[in-house]
């Protein structure tokens, strides 16, 4: 099992996480399917991972229905009764759920697989949970390219697999206002991993004094993130969440 595939199956697929009941968990499903949440799944033979989106949900039948998986699954067939790992965003939180593949469908009408459906479904009940600050040494430069509007560097205060706090100072030429739409963010983290995302500003904090200079906290919420970006923003996020946590233990912090 590859490192990513093992921190997604300790992480989100573990008991504190699962769903109360078949009921509830059939809910998250359909959830799935009406958001049209573009999921990924992840094969543990060769660490292969897709993006796909839920069809049809059919508890009583045993089986859901996906999209046919990008890129090109035709090419790499998995074989019937192999596991994998699906996870997506149902109501803004992570959601996933460990499923069997039955069978490729290739039709004139029809395209996507077939998977068991699933005995248990989970989901992060907090969307705090990995919203974490960068270490000391990592990077915490931000980029804000905005339209109409001068390019605006701050430092990154927090992180998660949806959005990002940063601290800028005000901008000379035009205000931030909430719901801005910014053309792109551009970050860098642990690893050397840049990302370039568009987002939207959701908070704009009050002008203060910090360390001799004026400042203010931007609340953003990425836009359009890739399953692969977003699938990497999470994992720094859980380094971190668990770097923060031995600390504690440790009693550094």
């Known amino acids: 099992m590859s490192e990513s595939f093992q921190e997604i ?17 059939e809910r998250l499903l359909a959830t799935l ?19 796909s989106i839920v069809l049809e949900v059919a508890r009583h039948k045993g089986y859901l229905l996906m999209d046919a998986p990008h890129p090109d699954f035709s090419r790499w067939q998995p074989v019937k009764g192999e596991p994998f790992l699906v996870f997506g965003r149902a109501n803004h939180l992570a959601t996933g759920f460990a499923s069997a593949f039955l069978e490729y469908l290739h039709t ?5 697989i077939r998977l068991a459906y699933p005995g248990q479904v989970y989901q992060l009940q907090r969307r705090q949970f990995f919203r974490v600050p960068p270490a000391p040494d990592d990077p915490d430069l931000v980029e804000l390219q905005r339209n109409g509007a001068e390019t605006v560097q ?5 992180i998660s697999g949806g959005g990002l706090s940063v601290l800028v100072r005000p901008p000379a030429d035009y205000p931030f206002q909430a719901g801005e739409r910014i053309a792109q963010v551009a970050f860098t983290l642990r690893g050397g991993h840049t990302f370039g995302v568009a987002a939207e500003l959701r908070s704009v904090g009050p002008v203060e004094l910090l360390h001799h200079e004026y400042v203010c906290a931007l609340g953003l919420q990425f836009a359009g993130i890739t399953p692969m970006m977003s699938e990497q923003v999470l994992r720094y996020a859980q380094w971190r969440d668990r770097e923060m946590l031995s600390a504690t233990r440790r009693g550094f912090l």
Not at 36 to 48: D, E, V
Not at 154 to 158: D, E, M, P
């Open 154 to 158: 701050g430092r990154l205060q927090n």
């Open 33 to 51: 399917r009406d958001e049209r949440s573009f999921c990924t799944l992840i094969f543990k033979k060769g660490s292969r991972t897709f993006t």
């Open 9 to 25: 199956a300790d992480t989100l697929f573990s008991d504190r996480f699962r769903v109360s009941s078949a009921l509830q968990g």
């Open 108 to 112: 004139p009408g029809e395209e996507g």
